[in-house]
């Protein structure tokens, strides 16, 4: 396996609770910390939710920003000029911006601002409307998750992408669980070998959206043939809101960042059979025979 050098996807989300100067201060910290890309969500709420769905209580009303689940996701949510302007803010420092997109309006509403790359939660995966809207209309990469999918709707989805001959240059798929947090024995990490085995030859990348607690895994991840490192991030995961208790902090994701670094570093093989910083020590250890 050729190894890549790893790219690593903070994902803000919501977690900036609907303040755009935290959204600046959220991507100023991801850049700080190493982070390739920062991530952000874009819904249209009363075309994802049903009115029902949008009239109810939140689940967990300590987390809402609402009365009722709609109008805690409309507080969540940025404007497209907003979005525009977060991803102005990224060129400035050097960061990548994205967002996911989670409807056919999203799409269509980031898609006119030309970034690098979209997201496609795994929620949607099955959104093809909202599918042939970025497979169709749109220049960048797509990256997707497999979260809750099973593996006959993973291959209509490549598949839906290899139609166009489009999977191999601008598809990223991702290893993911959907769950918040993810205990370890659910991460099932050789999920990442076995979409690596059936798709490393049709698409761009395979990667790793991790849910769980911590950074002990994620270099297994890479190691694994994960290309792409997702993880969320906020700066305290204390705050209120329901995906900061499974985001790192900024000094998990510099540690994060810093590790993986290391790993790539790390994944190869001799040059030559003894090494430079090898041969004094050789010299100067090895058993020599009387």
């Given at each position: 396996?050729?190894?890549?050098?790893?790219?690593?996807?903070?994902?803000?989300?919501?977690?900036?609770?609907?303040?755009?100067?935290?959204?600046?201060?959220?991507?100023?910290?991801?850049?700080?910390?190493?982070?390739?890309?920062?991530?952000?969500?874009?819904?249209?709420?009363?075309?994802?939710?049903?009115?029902?769905?949008?009239?109810?209580?939140?689940p967990?009303?300590?987390?809402?920003?609402?009365?009722?689940y709609?109008?805690?996701?409309?507080?969540?949510?940025?404007?497209?000029?907003?979005?525009?302007?977060?991803?102005?803010?990224?060129?400035?420092?050097?960061?990548?911006?994205?967002?996911?997109?989670?409807?056919?309006t999203?799409?269509?509403?980031?898609?006119?601002?030309?970034?690098?790359?979209?997201?496609?939660?795994?929620?949607?995966?099955?959104?093809?409307?909202?599918?042939?809207?970025?497979?169709d209309?749109?220049?960048?990469?797509?990256?997707?998750?497999?979260?809750?999918?099973?593996?006959?709707?993973?291959?209509?989805?490549?598949?839906?992408?290899?139609?166009?001959?489009?999977?191999?240059?601008?598809?990223?798929?991702?290893s993911c669980?959907?769950?918040?947090?993810?205990?370890?024995?659910d991460?099932?990490?050789?999920?990442?070998?076995?979409?690596?085995?059936?798709?490393?030859?049709?698409?761009?990348?395979?990667?790793?959206?991790?849910?769980?607690?911590?950074?002990?895994i994620?270099?297994?991840?890479?190691?694994?043939?994960?290309?792409?490192?997702?993880?969320?991030?906020?700066?305290?995961?204390?705050?209120?809101g329901?995906?900061?208790?499974?985001?790192?902090?900024?000094?998990?994701?510099?540690?994060?960042?810093?590790?993986?670094?290391?790993?790539?570093?790390?994944?190869?093989?001799?040059?030559?059979?003894?090494?430079?910083?090898?041969?004094?020590?050789?010299?100067?250890?090895?058993?020599?025979?009387?």
């Amino acid at each position: 396996m050729k190894y890549i050098k790893p790219k690593v996807i903070a994902e803000i989300g919501c977690n900036h609770k609907g303040e755009f100067d935290i959204a600046i201060e959220l991507l100023n910290l991801a850049k700080q910390c190493g982070a390739d890309v920062a991530k952000f969500q874009k819904r249209n709420n009363k075309e994802l939710l049903t009115e029902e769905q949008y009239n109810a209580p939140h689940p967990n009303m300590a987390n809402s920003y609402g009365n009722t689940y709609g109008e805690h996701r409309e507080f969540l949510e940025f404007s497209t000029e907003q979005h525009k302007a977060l991803k102005e803010h990224c060129d400035s420092i050097g960061l990548e911006y994205s967002t996911s997109v989670w409807d056919t309006t999203s799409a269509r509403e980031m898609i006119t601002f030309n970034p690098g790359l979209l997201k496609v939660p795994s929620a949607c995966n099955n959104h093809f409307e909202m599918l042939k809207v970025l497979r169709d209309e749109y220049a960048g990469e797509v990256h997707l998750s497999f979260g809750m999918t099973n593996q006959e709707e993973e291959k209509q989805i490549v598949e839906f992408f290899e139609e166009t001959g489009q999977a191999k240059d601008r598809l990223v798929i991702y290893s993911c669980t959907s769950g918040y947090p993810v205990p370890f024995k659910d991460v099932c990490l050789l999920e990442i070998s076995r979409l690596r085995d059936e798709y490393a030859n049709r698409v761009k990348h395979v990667g790793f959206s991790g849910h769980h607690l911590g950074i002990a895994i994620d270099n297994a991840a890479y190691a694994l043939g994960a290309s792409w490192i997702e993880r969320h991030f906020t700066k305290d995961r204390t705050w209120k809101g329901t995906d900061h208790s499974a985001s790192l902090e900024p000094n998990g994701l510099r540690k994060l960042c810093r590790d993986l670094k290391a790993t790539y570093e790390a994944l190869d093989y001799k040059q030559e059979e003894i090494l430079d910083i090898e041969k004094v020590q050789r010299e100067k250890l090895k058993f020599k025979k009387a």
